[in-house]
């Protein structure tokens, strides 16, 4: 490119848009006022002829360069004006001038989003379609505090850095443009130019809310109200919904191997809420859980290395159809809860890590900055941009899709500035302490906020560590989640669950432990995809013996689960039994339910989980002590507990046997006299058991286990039983 004569006072100028390294591009381009005169001045690197009408007012060229000039009487020209001019190839363009506007972004979204404070952040951030005197376009911001030039890119203009360059908003950091004729389904990023060390980069949008099919990485256009939701009634209920006291019992999925068509192919959302649905209403599931559908690179990170927060994936569709998908699901009944990961992001170069060419959401010191394990990059905690970015994105999946919940990943790695690291490998918080102070802030904040501004929903705490009030109100010291993962109870079971009977008499703690701080969070019980991954085997292939006994331990497992305090999460495929370990690069194996014992267990969990929703007494205390009583619980050398599942107007009683050893008039104490119906068995023929158990069992007189009264069952080998009076 030959460069202007030195003869000309605006040269310096000049070069450095044509070097695409101009701060201020709106104050050369676009219409400056000359005394009387006015100048309008545009760059066009493919223009060869250009002007303001189709025959006249043709704007010269400054000579060697892509810059038109044309200078009218001030009056001639004002506001917005069209500029109509021929490529190098003889194609005709015509669109108004995009440095004929001036700002959009309001000084307060600036103010508010410097703070932190501005929870819808992802409506002023990212490309919108806009309009400005009735003229339409997009409007694109970018907050990119360390950047000389920033300019959008786009199959609008031949992904040219030098086509448009945008105006700064000073010390927000914030950049933006409105570029008009820009319309729905344009692809685009951010070229980015740092302005210590002259690295060019090349990014796509942090706030995009759509982008392309992977590997391809460009975001997208989207209109964001061209969907009318149907699901009025279940948002009007849902913030009188009393959830601490309804049953919750939710399936954890991931959608890119649940199913997939007859080739192999992703279904779409769409499709996926028919198929997904009725198989889930079918199932008496209350909720779905779903592995992370934020856009990822990556299939095998499963959606937890993201790097779209405010998208979902282009895997199975559309932002349009990911709303049908849970409109359907609240048409249905079912509520739809989302994977979130805000403890890292991959460090994938046209994403996040190093967003201007400084680590800008990320910590620069690797002692803090990045998980050595997953490879992959921490976001700084104590800067406000950082924390409303991340705070505005658990609003936008709340609001925009009328997500039900968030199950928050991995914050043990949050809470801990040690987590996972050698002893020289991590920096002490201010006063010593391996606290991330900064962390537990935003943790509280998105708490507070989202339950005051979204009632009725959740969020559930992936926390694996001893963390006190993980699920106490923040004004209380607590973290202010809704619910956390009981990671403790799950270890424990299916550590003594994975002994041979014969060997469980020693292990029995791992089955009371438990209950020792049970009620001291609000806890889900879960079963979930990390338990079926990593060789760690499938569900039915953790449990020891023959086919039949692994099936039989199976059912005693589930039949402990919905009996025991808390929610329930079960991932898909556990409840028939998959025989091989979860991979997300294939469907599960649907053809095992030909088979009885598959067939049959999943029949267990069908019923479990109507059990679970029609008896308060399994749901309507599970997370307060007096909706659980031991009856004995130190019956170690036959491997067999038993307890009192209650709420105010009714009482169960469980009895579960963990050997393979069935027991005639097996004695236990209860609280009334009266006839015992036994409501389940686990051992039933419905299940494909062998069918031992009891109809009516009358009590005795005869106190037993500290109770007045007691009776004699059949407990049926490897299984549970529930009674009724």
């Known amino acids: 490119m030959n460069k202007p004569s030195k003869t000309n006072p605006l040269d310096s100028e000049l070069i450095k848009l044509i070097e695409a390294k101009h701060h201020d591009p709106f104050a050369i381009l676009g219409r400056h006022g000359q005394g009387s005169k006015a100048v309008i001045r545009v760059y066009l690197p493919y223009a060869e002829t250009v002007g303001l009408t189709p025959k006249g007012a043709e704007f010269q060229r400054i000579t060697g360069t892509d810059f038109f000039e044309y200078h009218p009487d001030k009056e001639l020209v004002s506001g917005h004006y069209q500029l109509f001019w021929t490529d190098k190839d003889g194609h005709d363009h015509q669109h108004y001038d995009p440095y004929s506007f001036g700002p959009v972004l309001p000084e ?20 919108h379609l806009h309009s400005i005197a009735d003229i339409p376009g997009v409007h694109f911001a970018v907050w990119a505090p360390n950047a000389q030039r920033v300019s959008v890119i786009g199959d609008f203009n031949r992904w040219d850095g030098r086509c448009h360059p945008m105006r700064s908003l000073g010390s927000s950091g914030i950049w933006e443009i409105f570029i008009p004729g820009v319309d729905v389904g344009c692809l685009y990023k951010f070229e980015i130019l740092n302005r210590h060390t002259g690295q060019l980069l090349v990014k796509t949008d942090p706030y995009g809310q759509q982008f392309e099919f992977r590997p391809q990485t460009a975001a997208i256009v989207i209109d964001e109200d061209n969907y009318t939701w149907q699901d009025a009634n279940w948002m ?21 191997s649940w199913r997939r068509d007859q080739r192999g192919n992703f279904l779409n959302y769409r499709e996926l809420a028919e198929q997904l649905v009725d198989y889930v209403k079918s199932m008496g599931f209350t909720h779905i859980e779903l592995l992370p559908v934020t856009e990822h690179p990556l299939d095998i990170s499963w959606g937890y290395q993201t790097t779209g927060y405010f998208a979902p994936t282009s895997r199975h569709g559309t932002p349009d159809d990911f709303r049908y998908f849970i409109d359907h699901c609240h048409q249905n009944g079912i509520g739809v809860i989302l994977d979130w990961v ?42 406000n941009e950082v924390k409303n970015f991340l705070l505005s994105s658990a609003f936008f999946w709340l609001e925009e899709f009328h997500l039900d919940g968030l199950r928050v990943d991995a914050v043990a790695s949050m ?17 010593g302490g391996n606290e991330n102070l900064e962390a537990i802030d935003f943790l509280r904040h998105m708490n507070t906020v989202t339950h005051e501004q979204h009632p009725g929903t959740v969020i559930m ?79 039915l ?49 649907w053809y095992v339910l030909d088979y009885a014992h598959h067939k049959g267990l999943q029949t267990l969990v069908k019923d479990l989980n109507k059990l679970y929703a029609d008896h308060p007494a399994l749901h309507r205390y599970d ?77 005795e007189p005869q106190p037993w286990m500290n109770q007045d009264h007691s009776i004699s069952v059949t407990l049926p080998p490897l299984a549970g039983i529930i009674l009724r009076m």
Not at 108 to 127: N, P, T, V
Request: aromatic letters at 16%.
């Open 108 to 127: 307060f979204d600036q103010h508010l989003f410097a703070e932190g404070r501005h929870w819808h952040i992802y409506q002023k951030l990212g490309s």
């Open 415 to 431: 809470l801990y500035l040690d987590y996972s690291r050698d002893a020289n490998d991590w920096i002490p918080n201010m006063y």
């Open 342 to 383: 805000p403890a890292h992001f991959p460090k994938d170069s046209f994403a996040l890590g190093r967003f201007d060419g400084t680590p800008l959401y990320e910590h620069e010191d690797p002692r803090k900055g990045e998980h050595r394990d997953w490879g992959t990059l921490i976001y700084n905690y104590s800067r």
């Open 461 to 539: 705490a992936e926390e694996s560590t001893s963390w006190p009030q993980v699920t106490r109100p923040t004004w209380t010291g607590g973290l202010g989640f809704s619910m956390k993962w009981n990671m403790g109870w799950m270890h424990d079971i299916l550590h003594y669950m994975q002994e041979q009977p014969i060997h469980r008499s020693y292990h029995h703690d791992e089955l009371t432990f438990g209950l020792l701080y049970a009620f001291t969070e609000n806890f889900v019980l879960p079963f979930s995809h990390d338990e079926v991954v990593h060789g760690k085997g499938s569900m």
């Open 236 to 256: 009007e209920q849902r913030p009188q919904h009393d959830w601490l006291h309804e049953p919750m019992s939710i399936y954890e999925v991931h959608l890119g």
């Open 623 to 699: 997370f307060e002590h007096q909706g659980f009583e031991w009856i004995d619980c130190h019956d170690y050398q036959q491997s067999i507990i038993s307890y009192r599942r209650k709420s105010a107007h009714e009482d169960l009683i469980v009895i579960l046997n963990f050997t393979p050893v069935p027991r005639e008039q097996y004695r236990i104490g209860v609280p009334n006299p009266g006839i015992y119906h036994e409501i389940f068995n686990s051992d039933s023929q419905y299940y494909d058991g062998s069918n031992a158990g009891n109809g009516a069992v009358h009590s």
């Open 541 to 589: 292939n953790k449990m020891p013996g023959d086919e039949w006994q692994r099936f039989a331990n199976l059912r005693l497992l589930y039949t402990m689960m919905f009996t025991y305090p808390g929610k329930k999460l079960l991932f898909m495929g556990c409840e028939f039994g998959q025989g091989t370990e979860w991979s997300c690069n294939r469907t599960l194996d």
